[in-house]
């Protein structure tokens, strides 16, 4: 018989939890080395606690939505 866990979630509170550089990676399709090239040159949101890096998927979310090149209209 499984027993409920008395742990908090952080889903109960609308908290999304963070990812790390190997989920980002896998989830934009690059590579962990490319993460953490765009981290050096500062140019996707993260956080930095401790040696640990982080991201907030909202803030990778927005940052996608940022860097969107628009395709251009066809001349008719």
């Keep these: 018989m499984r027993h ?3 742990q908090h979630d952080a889903a109960d509170d609308g908290i999304q939890p963070m990812l790390t550089v190997k989920q980002v990676a896998k989830w934009l399709g690059f590579t962990e080395k ?3 090239s765009l981290i050096e040159q500062r140019k996707i949101p993260h956080l930095k606690i401790s040696n640990r890096v982080r991201f907030s998927r909202t803030e990778v979310l927005e940052w996608l ?3 969107r090149v628009p ?3 066809k001349n008719r």
Aim: proline content about 0%; glycine content about 8%; charged content about 15%.
């Design 65 to 67: 939505q940022e860097n």
């Design 34 to 36: 490319g993460i953490y």
């Design 4 to 6: 409920a866990s008395h």
């Design 71 to 73: 395709a251009l209209e």
